[in-house]
């Protein structure tokens, strides 16, 4: 029956793994990063691309290179997600009581 | 672990989806596609490939895994096709059954993560397209 059970694991489990895996590497080798231009910019071609003589790509595939910027604007929405719908609270550090309009002049140290 | 790894990538890849996502159940390809899951096997090859673990063969499959994990992030910043959390359960039909939610944060963070990765990636290699596909070869320091 574990066995059952193990092999029903989700593929966010195996993810999961595998993610602990490189995390774990991770520690074990610093990668000595130099910066580095950005790739030249590869065109994008995926659907339009007349070359593609295979059979086309599935909607919504999209098998291009992306550019780091596109990928920086999705990482900026999520980010900005947070930022917007993350209630915040201030905390009077010795008082560990929150900070409202009345007390705000009081949090001031 | 390195050993390990390198199977567990070797599998995964082979069962990546015609879209660049993973099913929620790996090898059943009725089963729906999930965001957090793909994310982590594309940041995990990504990094892999980064660090030099992984032949850079590997990393179309982190492209192309970020192509999707991409389109589920809507406009307004919030991740579509994360399923919510999940115990262990004996039979499959209950992980075909698991819902999605926008609010199953469990998957923001490897989403994060590996398009920071695969940006290294597109620092550390130069790319060339030929034969419809992609070829990455590290990039020599100048």
Redesign the interface.
Known sequence: ?RL???G????????????A??V???TA?Q?A????????S??K?GRA?P????PSL?P???????A?A???L??D??????V?NTPYRIIDTLTVQQCSRSTGVRCRR | ??A??RR??QA?TQVQG???L?????DKTDSYL?T??????T??IA??V??G?LAPTYAPVA??G???V??R???????EGI?VS?T?????V??YN?PTDLKAMQG?G???MA??E???M??????E?SV?T?HYRA?V?R
């Open positions: 029956m059952e059970r193990f029903q694991l989700t593929t966010f489990g195996m993810a999961a793994l595998v993610v895996a490189v774990a590497g991770s080798q990668q990063t130099k910066p580095v231009a950005p790739a030249a590869i065109e071609t691309d070359s593609f003589a295979q599935a919504g595939v999209d098998y291009t290179v992306p780091e596109d990928i920086k999705v990482l929405r999520v980010r900005d997600h947070f917007t | 672990m390195l390990i790894y567990a990538v995964v015609g879209t660049g993973w099913h929620q159940l790996l999930e957090s899951a793909s994310a982590m096997f940041f995990a990094r892999g980064n660090r673990w492209q192309t970020w192509q999707a991409a389109r992030v809507r406009q307004d910043g919030q991740i399923c999940t262990a359960a004996y039979d499959a209950y992980y698991r923001y490897p989403v994060l398009g920071a695969v940006i290294t597109l620092r550390n290699f130069d790319i397209k419809n992609y990039r320091a």
